[in-house]
């Protein structure tokens, strides 16, 4: 019984989510360029006092953001003209006492004093290339969808169970849409 109830109460204080802990789309610009669409946007990451607590203590973490443009109106078996993921990571450095923010895809490293500044870099989403106007059919309506989450699957093999099962680590815009007309 014991064990039960020490089980139980493990439970609840991991399901309990940090207060002030969220990711949040606070702007999207999509242009129009000669060619196609290019996004601007604005994003922020605020960490959970586990996530915090887990880069202060040099475990890195990596945030992706997930692009889709599709139809408004499409069946199940139409493709989407455009997906693609951003993978970005953030570290803390003891030794040199910096925040280190690398794009994944480019390899771009930047360093940070602060945290803040930091997670203010990740956050911005400037000029990128959406789809092409060849991919869109004129007339036909679109969104682009955007989510931007912590991956739990790149925290350490240890740590990953208990972001799982516990609180403080599902960090998560859910899905937001925008129009998108060709």
């Known amino acids: 019984m014991k064990r039960t109830t ?8 991991g399901f309990t989510e940090a207060h002030g802990a969220s990711f949040l789309v606070k702007e999207v610009q999509i242009n129009k360029v000669d060619n196609g669409y290019r996004l601007n946007a604005r994003i922020d990451y605020a960490l959970s006092d586990k996530a915090h607590q887990a880069l202060s203590n040099g475990v890195p973490l990596t945030l992706k953001v997930q692009l889709v443009v599709e139809k408004v109106w499409r069946g199940f078996w139409e493709p989407s003209p455009f997906h693609q993921t951003l993978w970005f990571q953030i570290r803390y450095h003891a030794l040199t006492e910096l925040y280190r923010v ?24 400037n000029n990128l290339p959406l789809v092409r106007l060849v991919q869109l ?15 739990i699957d790149s925290l350490p093999l ?25």
């Open 6 to 13: 020490l089980l139980l109460l493990m439970l609840l204080i």
């Open 102 to 125: 690398v794009d994944m895809q480019s390899g771009d490293e930047q360093n940070f004093v602060t945290q803040e500044a930091a997670l203010y870099a990740l956050g911005e989403i």
């Open 137 to 151: 059919i004129p007339g036909e309506a679109y969104q682009l969808r955007l989510r931007a989450d912590l991956d």
């Open 158 to 182: 240890p740590l990953q169970p208990l972001a799982y099962l516990g609180g403080g680590w599902k960090l998560t815009t859910g899905w937001s849409q925008w129009p998108l007309q060709p």
